[in-house]
Nanobody
Framework: QVQLVESGGGLVQAGDSLRLSCAAS????????MGWFRQAPGKEREFVAA????????VYADSVKGRFTISRDNAKNTVYLQANSLEPEDTATYYC?????????????????WGQGTQVTVSS
């Protein structure tokens, strides 16, 4: 079992940055692939970024590539999402997820554990 708690969301202006954190407990994240997803009001939840536990390979959605960076600190059992150059379109609830798998990391069904989410609001 893995428990995930996100933090770091908030209200920012376009062009600002935020660092979201996902603290894990129960099992070490070093043996889980970790992903970030987001859901805007009235829209389906979508993939943002993921990091594979075996080799640290990262994957990003086209909409955030070059602006967002996913990373992990195994010693702190925490995964981060550095979000730069935020745009109003990035406004959403951001969810952290964990998976024992190493493939299909952009797919929600790959993940067995989810956090409660943290709200990010970007004003124009």
């Amino acid at each position: 079992q893995v428990q995930l708690v996100e933090s770091g969301g908030g209200l920012v202006q376009a062009g600002d940055s935020l660092r979201l954190s996902c603290a894990a407990s129960g099992r070490t994240v070093s043996t889980y692939s970790m992903g970030w997803f987001r859901q805007a009001p009235g829209k389906e939840r979508e993939f943002v970024a993921a990091i594979r536990w075996t080799d640290g390979i990262t994957v990003y959605a086209d909409s955030v590539k070059g602006r967002f960076t996913i990373s992990r600190d195994n010693a702190k059992n925490t995964v981060y999402l550095q979000a730069n150059s935020l745009e109003p379109e990035d406004t959403a609830t951001y969810y952290c997820a964990a998976s024992a798998k190493i493939i299909l990391l952009a797919t929600q069904g790959t993940y067995g554990y989810w956090g409660q989410g943290t709200q990010v609001t970007v004003s124009s």
